[in-house]
């Protein structure tokens, strides 16, 4: 399963939205951007690489990364040997790259309660950082934000 995202308001989303499309709300900021997750079959601006998904539960971490070749390789590394790495309490993300740019990837993981976000959100800081950053002298974009599912 592929997936494009959209950021933008609620009402503009909304029309946009289909019944296989989550709609979510920032977590934290009420007056911020909602993201449109939409999920698509054949294409999409991101391609599932390893997990997926899990729409039933309300709270998501949303993490992009863009890395260089070397650290890519690392990332990979990680991605598709030492993926437990990435899971917090049996709960994998969904790992997605980029179609038009491969040293772009997103994380998407979905939770029950904040506290298991929090974790989560700590856990994988930890793993870009002292994982990925620290074997390679330039340093790498990323970025974390936390949306709740649109009611």
């Keep these: 399963m592929d997936i494009s995202l959209k950021l933008g308001t609620d009402n503009f989303?909304?029309?946009?939205?289909?019944?296989?499309?989550?709609?979510?709300?920032?977590?934290?900021?009420?007056?911020?951007?909602?993201?449109?997750?939409?999920?698509l079959t054949t294409s999409g601006d991101y391609r599932n690489l390893q997990g997926d998904l899990d729409l039933s539960k309300d709270l998501y971490l949303l993490v992009y990364i863009k890395l260089n070749n070397e650290q890519i390789s690392i990332f990979e590394d990680k991605v598709y040997n030492k993926f437990d790495e990435f899971v917090e309490k049996d709960n994998q993300p969904?790992?997605?790259?980029?179609?038009?740019?491969?040293?772009?990837?997103?994380?998407?993981?979905?939770?029950?309660?904040?506290?298991?976000?929090?974790?989560?959100?700590?856990?994988?800081?930890?793993?870009?950082?002292?994982?990925?950053?620290?074997?390679?002298?330039?340093?790498?974009?990323f970025f974390t934000k936390a949306y709740q599912k649109e009611l």
């Design 94 to 141: 969904a790992i997605f790259q980029k179609r038009a740019d491969f040293n772009e990837y997103l994380l998407i993981n979905s939770f029950s309660h904040q506290e298991d976000l929090g974790l989560w959100k700590d856990q994988i800081k930890s793993l870009i950082e002292n994982g990925i950053q620290a074997v390679s002298n330039e340093p790498l974009k």
């Design 13 to 39: 989303l909304k029309t946009q939205l289909t019944s296989a499309d989550t709609l979510l709300k920032p977590l934290l900021v009420s007056n911020g951007d909602h993201l449109l997750i939409k999920e």
